[in-house]
């Protein structure tokens, strides 16, 4: 059977059988390895993405993609390195993510690019027949978010979210706890994020000749390079990739730390509340955002999130970085602790928190009736491994599409109140405001020809249902 009629014929009768034939994955598979594509090659991709499925059981990285040459060959020698290979042509080098996605001994994509190639790059290796795993937030915007979706859905294909919080115990039996009851009815959600700070050089800079910077600018629009604006070019090439690049800090790429760790912390709240289907019904905001320098993103924050059921979430930057559950009969509060998922994560002043806390040690004692994601019993903490393992198995991974799109949706949503400053409404299920034309403006952006997550859904969709 040929992969496309394959594909067609499991997506129409609803699910992929348990056992996927080996015309489906790559040539070693499904008994050997499922091979990956690591798309981005810098901080995430180089100390989080990459090494994860570099140790995990059932896969092998095999090809790596940057429009940065400089940080493309770095991975590729360390991969190389990794499985003991003698060259590093072992290890398939592209500048252009299209030239690996149309690849058929490629199984599946893990992207770890800037924020603003997310959907898109997901959406088209999606069409492609990949498999996908994707950091976090899962878009730019709310209406590409949609899509990628979607896409997803459309297409049958397994997806993971770098939500890794959802692969720690501590997480799991906190959220579990919360669903279990033994809090009661909550009666408030407390969500601490760090910020980011302002500056950054507006010095314009030529485009170093590792660089395809048009290429990197995707569908925002374009502006002349400097280097706070996209990551460190410094001769030291390890201390470069491992430091923040400037582009987080850009409201051009993202929406800065309410969509950064936001990610994290309100998918959360939603795994604790049971809300990963749904959104908020209002949403109030107010926020600062930088001025005088290149960066621009928001720096202080208090916004409230109230859900269908009235519960009010509160995203404040005066909490403490984690998430606390209050209700009827005490609180419980989730973080990660003194954990920092990389080397340059945000330090978080005052005492050290506790990874699981609650107001009364009862609260948290003992092991939760409630099971919330049970395939994660055999990798505990292993959050690469189980895109890998629903793969295998198909199944749905700990953090599906549908998922990551409603935990990045409060997130944008937060970001749109912070920028409006006034109440608003959400309707949920429509995925639009009621009777607010200016906000509903906010739900996408522009997209410079020829890139974008619209423009792809749109031609790649159509294809995709005619075939």
């Not at 770890?112 to 027949?129: K, N």
């Not at 500056?199 to 000749?209: L, R």
């Not at 201390?239 to 929406?255: M, T």
């Not at 409006?420 to 906000?439: H, I, M, S, T, Y």
Request: net charge positive; charged share 25%.
């Amino acid at each position: 059977m040929k992969r496309r009629e394959f594909l067609k014929a499991t997506i129409a009768a609803g699910a992929f059988p348990v056992i996927v034939p080996s015309s489906v994955l790559g040539k070693d598979a499904p008994s050997g390895k499922i091979h990956i594509a690591q798309i981005g090659c810098g901080r995430i991709g180089r100390t989080m993405d990459a090494p994860g499925f570099l140790r995990a059981s059932g896969s092998r990285v095999v090809a790596a993609c940057d429009l940065d040459s400089r940080r493309l060959e770095d991975m590729r020698r360390a991969v190389a390195r990794h499985y003991k290979e003698k060259s590093v042509d072992s290890v398939k080098g592209a500048r252009d993510f299209h030239d690996l996605i149309s690849r058929s001994d490629i199984d599946a994509v893990s992207i770890s690019t800037p924020d603003h190639w997310h959907a898109q790059i997901a959406i088209e290796a999606a069409f492609a027949g990949k498999h996908v795993y994707m950091q976090k937030p899962a878009s730019l915007t709310i209406r590409e978010g949609r899509l990628f979706a979607d896409a997803i859905k459309e297409t049958g294909r397994i997806f993971l979210l770098g939500s890794q919080q959802r692969s720690w115990e501590h997480f799991q039996k906190g959220c579990a706890f919360v669903r279990e009851g033994r809090l009661g009815k909550i009666k408030l959600i407390e969500v601490g994020l760090p910020g980011d700070p302002a500056g950054g050089s507006t010095k314009e800079m030529p485009v170093p000749e590792c660089l395809d910077y048009d290429f990197w600018l995707g569908s925002t629009p374009k502006v002349y390079y400097t280097e706070d604006r996209v990551h460190s070019q410094g001769a030291d090439l390890r201390k470069a990739i491992n430091s923040r690049p400037g582009w987080l800090r850009c409201e051009q790429f993202g929406a800065g730390m309410i969509t950064g760790w936001g990610s994290h912390h309100l998918d959360i709240v939603h795994w604790g509340m049971g809300w990963e289907g749904i959104g908020a019904k209002y949403i109030e905001g107010k926020g600062k955002f930088h001025t005088g320098g290149l960066w621009d993103v928001h720096g202080e924050y208090d916004i409230t999130l109230t859900y269908p059921d009235g519960t009010p979430v509160r995203v404040w930057d005066k909490y403490p970085c984690g998430v606390r559950f209050v209700g009827e009969k005490g609180w419980i509060f989730v973080s990660r602790g003194p954990a920092k998922a990389t080397a340059s994560d945000p330090v978080i002043g005052g005492k050290p928190l506790k990874a699981l806390d609650a107001s009364d040690p009862s609260l948290i004692a003992g092991a939760p009736s409630v099971v919330l994601y049970p395939n994660l019993i055999k990798n505990p903490g292993h959050h690469h491994q189980n895109f890998i393992d629903s793969i295998k198995a198909n199944v749905p991974s700990v953090v599906p599409a549908e998922t990551a799109h409603r935990s990045c949706t409060a997130c944008l949503l937060s970001w749109i109140g912070m920028k409006l400053g006034r109440k608003l409404e959400w309707d949920w299920k429509k995925e639009q405001f009621v009777n607010d034309p200016e906000a509903d403006k906010m739900l996408e952006r522009a997209e410079r020809a020829p890139y974008g997550a619209k423009r792809a859904y749109e031609r790649l969709s159509r294809k995709f249902k005619r075939s």
